[in-house]
């Protein structure tokens, strides 16, 4: 059995890099993005008043005549037919929060920008500056608190991943969790009223159950637990499914004298999954949403025949993987895109050709762990690519599930020649801290605040 020491304990307190960093830009994206200028946040925090005001699993309400349609559909709960669990867990905490403060459940957005299209601003805002956006309240702001919590939890994924994977090279889990710390498009979308980071979380988690301690059957339950409550939050998570299977399929036919064992953990494994499935079916609401998800989704956009249509899709997909904020609408120079994509794929070769190489898995254990990372990367890609069969929707945070194995790979490739066995080199997280730091400084200074100003 491969099962790789993560770092030492002496070494844990560099962790204070990455998550230092992610609290202050999560801080500082908070205070900077007006309410309501993320991708389809005003309808996800309708979803969540449903659960905290009327106490049921939120429903898309007939349009035009329901109260969520009053004003515009924007502000509808046109989203709500999403799976329910993000909702569920937001809308329990904003309760909670008027409980204990008496803050308002229904958060009334500022008057609709007549100019919206010219302008990148969906919403009237009242702005002075970068630090003049902070008017929502308590019930609003702890909504935002559970994507950064869960934001964090895939960097603590990260940093877990990376050190299972390159165990001979110090403080690399720090290095990769640094990188998913500043990436700019991630940490706004951390802060944002989304079911994104959410779901990705726990699609990370199901990652980090799947590379530690392989040969172990009893990982598959955690993984199945897991991968259950991802497909809760949106069914694009069922992509976990595939690494998943084909994991727990090729450790079967090694199981030899273990088979009975291993077949049993499968079976337990199931459980959780079929539970969700049953549950989806069963409970007329959730299949309801099944039934619009598959409606929404069923048809293939004539466009989508066509080359030139996912060179669009490609292009603007690499744009928001580094920073494509508002409603994809405030755009970051296209030249800094492609040199975040260069340094992030050139370094996940390196990574990837590192991994081949490594000492700490070999034989069976090396395969497995690229069966695993390659079959992630299709998977992902794979549900990408069919919603974007269907619509054109070419935003990266759709395929926050790869940012995990990418700053793993990319960290993992740059450090094997920045650091020697047994000694932590500072330098370069250090280095990638300052400048991820300053970067997302200067997109909030010289593209948030004049899109928003």
């Not at 497995?368 to 990408?384: E, Q, Y």
């Amino acid at each position: 059995m491969w099962n790789a020491d993560i770092p030492s304990q002496q070494k844990r307190w560099l962790l204070l890099i990455p998550f230092g960093l992610y609290l202050t830009l999560g801080i500082l994206y908070t205070v900077a993005i007006p309410s309501g200028e993320s991708p389809d946040e005003p309808g996800h925090l309708r979803c969540v008043e449903q659960v905290s005001r009327l106490g049921r699993i939120p429903q898309v309400d007939p349009q035009p005549s329901g109260e969520w349609w009053q004003r515009e559909t924007v502000l509808s709960g046109r989203m709500c037919y999403h799976m329910p669990l993000y909702y569920l867990v937001a809308g329990g905490m904003q309760w909670t929060v008027h409980q204990l403060s008496n803050a308002p459940l229904d958060f009334q957005f500022p008057p609709t920008n007549p100019h919206w299209g010219a302008s990148p601003a969906i919403f009237e805002h009242e702005t002075s500056g970068l630090l003049g956006q902070m008017k929502e309240p308590g019930t609003v702001l702890v909504v935002r608190l559970l994507s950064l919590v869960a934001g964090a939890s895939t960097i603590w994924a990260t940093y877990v991943i990376a050190g299972r994977l390159y165990p001979h090279i110090e403080a690399v889990g720090v290095a990769a969790a640094t990188l998913v710390a500043g990436w700019p498009q991630y940490v706004f979308m951390s802060r944002a009223i989304s079911n994104d980071v959410l779901a990705a979380a726990l699609a990370a988690l199901v990652l980090v159950v799947l590379l530690v301690d392989i040969g172990q059957p009893r990982r598959y339950l955690y993984a199945g637990v897991l991968a259950a409550l991802a497909i809760l939050t949106r069914l694009n998570m069922a992509f976990v499914l595939a690494p998943l299977a084909i994991a727990f399929a090729l450790e079967l036919t090694r199981a030899g004298k273990r088979l009975r064992r291993h077949l049993l953990w499968g079976a337990l494994a199931a459980v959780p999954l079929l539970l969700a499935a049953a549950l989806i079916v069963w409970h007329p609401t959730l299949r309801d949403h099944l039934r619009l998800t598959s409606l929404f989704f069923q048809d293939v956009r004539p466009e989508a025949l066509q080359l030139r249509y996912w060179l669009d899709v490609a292009g603007l997909t690499l744009q928001s993987g580094w920073a494509l904020l508002g409603w994809m609408n405030v755009p970051t120079p296209v030249w800094q895109s492609v040199v975040w994509w260069g340094f992030l794929l050139g370094g996940s070769l390196l990574g990837l050709w590192q991994l081949l190489a490594a000492p700490a898995a070999v034989g069976w254990h090396k395969t497995l762990i690229m069966v695993i990372i390659l079959t992630w990367f299709a998977a992902v890609l794979a549900a990408f690519v069919r919603i974007n069969l269907n619509r054109f929707q070419p935003q990266f945070r759709f395929m926050f599930s790869l940012v995990p194995l990418l700053a793993t790979l990319a960290a993992g490739g740059y450090l094997s020649f920045a650091a020697d066995k047994g000694q932590v080199r500072l330098a370069p997280i250090v280095s990638i801290a300052f400048l991820l730091l300053l970067a997302n400084v200067a997109i909030l200074v010289f593209t948030v605040v004049p899109a928003y100003g």
